[in-house]
T-cell receptor, first 115, second 113 residues
């Protein structure tokens, strides 16, 4: 139990579908992150929210749309994805960004497969 | 920019062997250093950390010492077990700059009985 819960754990979707990934943290953190983890590639930071404001967007295609309605919840909305978007999507949270020595806490990820 | 370099894997060992996974970093400030571990089917979890030079982080028999003079944070364990098979990530975050961590590429460890 990491304190960060991601749903669903597995998702298979066609390229024309629309779906959303959900992340919820129960740790009282106020920064949340989306990462993409693909086989044989480095961990890719996609989005960062601090105090519910987006502070980082690493040139992610617009077919990925994040939403952070409050400090405990983070969503990643997906539409018209491509086969190369198949990957493990990890959510993480951390304590107050001003406490820069604080580690991140990760969920177990959503394994996404695009048909 | 800031970066973390890890030895490429996979590292394959027999049970009870000694483990070293090398990690070096470049940073413009004074980073905190972390090792994370990712077991199959799970997300990353913090294994240990060190926040200043000469600090030693330790957990579950793993150790790493923050070496500022060699900009290194090598992970060691004296006797590995099959259950240690996982991917290990070295990471840094800066005290004086962006709090968003920089990760290495990860090193896969396979331990055989």
């Amino acid at each position: 139990e990491t304190g960060v819960t991601q749903t669903p754990r597995h998702l298979v979707m066609g390229m024309t579908n629309k779906k959303s990934l959900k992340c919820e943290q129960h740790l009282g953190h106020n920064a949340m992150y989306w990462y993409k983890q693909s086989a044989k590639k480095p961990l890719e930071l996609m989005f960062v929210y601090s105090l519910e404001e987006r502070v980082e967007n690493n040139s992610v295609p617009s077919r990925f749309s994040p939403e952070c309605p409050n400090s405990s919840h983070l969503f990643l909305h997906l539409h018209t994805l491509q086969p190369e978007d198949s990957a493990l999507y990890l959510c993480a949270s951390s304590q107050d960004p001003q406490g820069r020595n604080q580690p991140q806490h990760f969920g177990d990820g959503t394994r996404l497969s695009i048909l | 920019g800031d970066s973390v370099t890890q030895m490429e894997g996979p590292v394959t060992l027999s049970e009870e062997a000694f483990l070293t996974i090398n990690c070096t970093y470049t940073a413009t400030g004074y980073p905190s250093l972390f090792w994370y571990v990712q077991y199959p089917g799970e997300g990353l979890q913090l294994l240990l950390k060190a926040t200043k030079a000469d600090d030693k982080g330790s957990n579950k028999g793993f150790e790493a010492t923050y070496r500022k003079e060699t900009t290194s944070f090598h992970l060691e364990k004296g006797s590995v077990q099959v259950s240690d098979s996982a991917v290990y990530f070295c990471a840094l975050s800066l005290s004086g700059g962006s709090y968003i961590p920089t990760f290495g590429r990860g090193t896969s460890l396979i331990v055989h009985p």
